[in-house]
């Protein structure tokens, strides 16, 4: 069956994922269906049973009215992000300096690069597409993505790359090493000949942390069981 992850594009609804299974899965018995979460394949839309109204997630958000010892922080936060105190952070604020260290490095790995922001969204959204993770899909496709220059149907080849030639061969070398990087414990000589022949050293680093990142942004979130953004937060 399809279990869709949608986000709007234009007020119009937009399939971020979609998973089909031969058959229908056996959820475990901790995690009882509910509203949509970062969860893909046979278990989207599920997550364990907490008990606080409409969150999801395996842990408690901290929430900024609640925690006023935590205001400069929160406040740095939500004005690196268009004002908004986006989900990962009220989960991470259990642990203050983590949250503190997750937010400039996630600035640093962003905004402060070589790499082009068209380059970085790629990168971004097929790492969230390999580990199955629609609170980064949603967060990105369309907003992040089509801000920096993304088409929609680039965003939804991004899922099946290698099929298209919508992307040149600095983004297909890029792709691949990010596939390299997220699905095995090595890079093969020759993917990363492909990327020495289109980046240089500083760029390989940045590509190679960016991709790095997302792959432990992606593995935390998942753990956790990230609940999706409401629509006035995604794209921040």
């Not at 080849?157 to 691949?176: K, N, P, Q, S, V």
């Not at 596939?179 to 500083?202: I, N, Y």
């Given at each position: 069956m399809w279990s869709p992850c949608y986000a709007r594009h234009k007020g119009r609804p937009y399939m971020v994922r979609g998973f089909k299974n031969g058959r229908h899965a056996r959820a475990p018995r901790n995690l009882p269906r509910s509203r949509a979460n970062c969860y893909a394949g046979p278990y989207a839309g599920l997550a364990a049973p907490i008990g606080r109204g409409d969150f999801m997630a395996r842990i408690s958000l901290i929430e900024e009215a609640e925690h006023p010892e935590l205001g400069e922080m929160i406040a740095r936060i939500k004005a690196g992000r268009r004002g908004g105190l986006l989900n990962v952070y009220k989960l991470l604020l259990h642990s203050p300096a983590l949250a503190q260290t997750w937010f400039d490095h996630n600035g640093a790995v962003r905004w402060k690069t070589k790499l082009t922001g068209r380059l970085r969204e790629i990168v971004i959204v097929r790492v969230a597409h390999l580990n199955g993770v629609d609170y980064v899909l949603a967060q990105h496709v369309?907003?992040?993505?089509?801000?920096?220059?993304?088409?929609?149907?680039?965003?939804?080849?991004?899922?099946?790359?290698?099929?298209?030639?919508?992307?040149?061969?600095?983004?297909?070398?890029?792709?691949?090493?990010?596939?390299?990087?997220?699905?095995?414990?090595?890079?093969?000589?020759?993917?990363?000949?492909?990327?020495?022949?289109?980046?240089?050293?500083?760029?390989?680093?940045?590509?190679?942390?960016?991709?790095?990142?997302?792959?432990?942004?992606?593995?935390?979130?998942?753990?956790?069981?990230?609940?999706?953004e409401p629509e006035g937060n995604r794209g921040r």
């Open positions: 369309p907003g992040l993505a089509v801000a920096e220059g993304l088409t929609i149907a680039e965003c939804e080849a991004l899922a099946d790359w290698r099929a298209t030639g919508l992307f040149d061969l600095r983004e297909r070398a890029a792709l691949a090493y990010a596939e390299a990087m997220t699905l095995s414990t090595s890079v093969p000589d020759e993917v990363f000949a492909d990327v020495r022949r289109h980046f240089d050293d500083r760029e390989i680093v940045e590509l190679s942390v960016l991709i790095g990142t997302y792959i432990m942004h992606n593995r935390v979130m998942k753990a956790l069981a990230i609940d999706l």
